[in-house]
């Protein structure tokens, strides 16, 4: 297996200036950067900074991917707009850790043994951002993942009928957001496992902010003194004002964490893990069935029409030509199962056969699909 690592930061909260696009541009020859992106890949050699302080410095959330199986996504918030208390039970001291700092605030995901991945499917940023909004707006779900993740490499090779020690189990789990199923892909976590665990989650708060009530409560100082920083385009403000303004209000948390009533094992959430995929699966296959059934209705009565075009593709010879009459007759094939008119079907077949007998790719397409 060849080495392939991706190196990727975004700007989320601001864009790059000139002169920090020039810095990071000298951090590496095989760079790439724009006001809101930097991307490096190795297919040899190794980025010679350390990726989590050019994170701190210039930018708002981090990739690693290397296709022996290291992964690492980290976000940087601004001091204050995420509530600590609230991401530490998800924590640990290898894997998922929490820095806050004086100006910025770092959560680092490092997963640095998972199984190896695929050179062409190197995981992309973009698809992950969007976690980093929702952990400030207190949805802890990608915490849950990526503790989850972290089991995945500490926990599941040895007791999995011992119960879990699980932190908070967060509501809404059995419905991941678009950015939180890309989570659990960069992860190759298995999604029905995700939802068996989201079986026990509580379902998202219908709770709506009272901002306008609660803004009354802030001291005329205080008002004034958001008003600047507003004016002055302090970044996270938004976050900052809503945490404070909630606490003014005395109001519960719009996701409020819930425990699950008893400890659970992952050998019971694999086996209804089990239970979900096939449920799925019989699901995906009777959908199929009915689209497929609704297809063939349309084309009751075009029979002719349908014999005419096959004929009219095997007027000429050609492979693509040969494949697109094969399609077709199935098509002629299911209908007439359909209808119960499979004497007419044969009928026609044979008077074709008959007629195109000696093109023989074409009849080697028809044993093929054993319809001759």
Do not use: C
């Not at 080495?3 to 601001?14: G, I, K, S, T």
């Not at 499979?342 to 054993?370: A, C, G, N």
């Amino acid at each position: 297996m060849s080495e392939f690592q991706q190196y990727e930061w975004q700007a989320v909260d601001r864009p790059l200036s000139t002169a920090e696009q020039h810095a990071v541009n000298a951090l590496s020859s095989h760079i790439t950067v724009s006001p809101a992106h930097a991307l490096v890949t190795y297919d040899w050699g190794a980025f010679k900074h350390d990726a989590i302080d050019v994170l701190e410095q210039y930018f708002d959330a981090f990739l690693y991917y290397a296709n022996w199986g290291s992964r690492q996504l980290a976000f940087r918030f601004p001091h204050g707009t995420v509530e600590a208390a609230a991401l530490a039970p998800y924590l640990d001291d290898e894997f998922v850790t929490f820095t806050s700092g004086t100006d910025y605030d770092i959560l680092n995901m490092d997963w640095q043994a998972m199984e190896p991945g695929d050179y062409e499917m190197a995981a992309l940023l973009g698809p992950l951002v969007g976690l980093r909004r929702e952990i400030q707006q207190g949805d802890l779900r990608g915490l849950y993942i990526a503790w989850m993740g972290t089991q995945k490499l500490t926990a599941w090779k040895d007791t999995p009928d011992a119960p879990w020690h699980e932190p908070p189990l967060p509501p809404g789990l059995a419905s991941p957001t678009a950015a939180q199923q890309a989570l659990i892909a960069l992860l190759e976590l298995d999604p029905f496992l995700i939802q068996a665990a989201g079986e026990g989650s509580a379902p998202l708060a219908e709770y709506q902010d009272d901002f306008a009530a609660w803004v009354p409560l802030l001291p005329a100082a205080e008002q004034r003194d958001y008003l600047v920083r507003l004016a002055r385009g302090e970044v996270g403000l938004d976050l900052r004002l809503a945490h404070r303004l909630r606490a003014l209000g005395q109001a519960p948390d719009p996701t409020p964490p819930a425990t699950p009533p008893a400890p659970r094992t992952l050998s019971a959430l694999q086996k209804r893990a089990t239970v979900l995929q096939r449920e799925h699966d019989q699901a995906e296959k009777e959908r199929i069935r009915r689209e497929h059934i609704a297809r063939l209705e349309s084309l009751v009565g075009q029979e002719d029409r349908l014999w005419h075009a096959v004929h009219e593709l095997l007027a000429k010879p050609g492979s693509a030509r040969y494949d697109n009459a094969v399609a077709q007759i199935i098509t002629l094939r299911d209908l007439a199962r359909h209808q119960h008119q499979m004497p007419i079907f044969m009928e026609r077949l044979q008077d074709l056969v008959q007629q195109y007998q000696k093109r023989t790719s074409f009849m080697q397409r028809l044993r093929e699909q054993r319809l001759v």
